[in-house]
C-alpha cells in the first residue's frame, strides 16, 4: 500500500535561511507526488507537482523538489524562507490507478524574524 | 483552475445531532473525494464519491455514520451523522479536473466542526 513519510512534525528557521522539508514515500510503481501548503485557517494549496521527466521540479513562491527514486524521497526546499513561509507542508502521493491522494502527516514550518 | 465551494465554513454543534455539508464545483468531474482532518493531524480519505453508485468508504469509515451523497457531476454532500466530540475535525472535499488523471488534487476550504 502506498504511504507517505514526513519524519520532521515541526521544523524552526530564521528568515532568509534555506528550507529542506523531507518527505519519503513508499510505492508499487513511479508515484504522482506533490506538496501542498496549509496556512492556518485556509484550504490546501498545491506547490508543486511530480509525474515524470526532470526529477528537479518548480513551484510556487519560490519552492522546488527533487525526486530521487533511488531514495524514495521528494524533499521541499526553498533557498531563502520568508516569514509568509510559516504554515502546515504535506507531501501526498497520487494513486496513478485510483485516483487516491494519500498524505503525510504534515510539518509545521516555523519561521524566526 | 477550477473552483470549488464549501459550505458552511464552520459550524459548532451539540452531540447527537447531525450535520451536513455541501461541496459545489464550476465543472463536472467525475470522482469527488471527502477528507477528514482532525486537529493537529494530517488528511485522512473518509471515501470517494462517484455520480450513480454508491461511495466508496475507506477502512475505518462507515456509510451509517458518514452518509454521502452525489446527485450530479457538480455536488456532492457529506452528513456526519449522531455526533460526538471526538468528530470534531475540518472535512475537506476534493476533487480532480476531468480527463487529467490523477495531476492535481483541487480543495475546498473546508468545514470547521466542533462537537460540543
Known amino acids: 500500500a502506498q504511504s507517505v513519510t514526513q519524519p520532521d512534525i515541526h521544523i524552526t528557521v530564521s528568515e532568509g535561511a534555506s528550507l529542506e522539508l523531507r518527505c519519503n514515500y513508499s510505492?508499487?510503481?513511479?508515484?504522482?507526488l506533490f506538496w501542498y501548503v496549509q496556512s492556518p485557517g485556509q484550504g490546501l494549496q498545491l506547490l508543486l507537482k511530480?509525474?515524470?521527466?526532470?526529477?528537479l521540479v518548480q513551484g510556487i513562491k519560490g519552492f522546488e523538489a527533487e525526486f530521487k527514486r533511488s531514495q524514495s524521497s521528494f524533499n521541499l526546499r526553498k533557498p531563502s524562507v520568508h516569514w509568509s513561509d510559516a504554515a502546515e507542508y504535506f507531501c501526498?502521493?497520487?494513486?496513478?490507478?485510483?485516483?487516491?491522494?494519500?498524505f503525510g502527516a504534515g510539518t509545521r514550518l516555523f519561521v524566526k524574524a | 483552475s477550477a473552483v470549488i465551494s464549501q459550505k458552511p465554513s464552520r459550524d459548532i454543534c451539540q452531540r447527537g445531532t447531525s450535520l451536513t455539508i455541501q461541496c459545489q464545483v464550476d465543472?463536472?468531474?467525475?470522482?469527488m473525494f471527502w477528507y477528514r482532518q482532525q486537529p493537529g493531524q494530517s488528511l485522512t480519505l473518509i471515501a470517494t464519491?462517484?455520480?450513480?453508485?454508491?461511495?466508496?468508504?475507506e477502512s475505518g469509515f462507515v456509510i451509517d455514520k458518514f452518509p454521502i451523497s452525489r446527485p450530479n457531476l457538480t455536488f456532492s454532500t457529506l452528513t456526519v451523522s449522531n455526533m460526538s466530540p471526538e468528530d470534531s475535525s475540518i472535512y475537506l472535499c476534493?476533487?480532480?479536473?476531468?480527463?487529467?488523471?490523477?495531476?492535481?488534487?483541487?480543495f475546498g476550504q473546508g468545514t470547521r466542526l466542533t462537537v460540543v
Open positions: 501526498a502521493v497520487g494513486d496513478t490507478g485510483g485516483f487516491k491522494t494519500i
Open positions: 510505492y508499487g510503481a513511479t508515484p504522482y
Open positions: 511530480y509525474f515524470s521527466g526532470d526529477t
Open positions: 465543472s463536472q468531474v467525475t470522482m
Open positions: 464519491a462517484n455520480q450513480g453508485s454508491e461511495a466508496t468508504y
Open positions: 476534493s476533487f480532480h479536473p476531468r480527463g487529467s488523471g490523477n495531476t492535481e488534487a483541487f
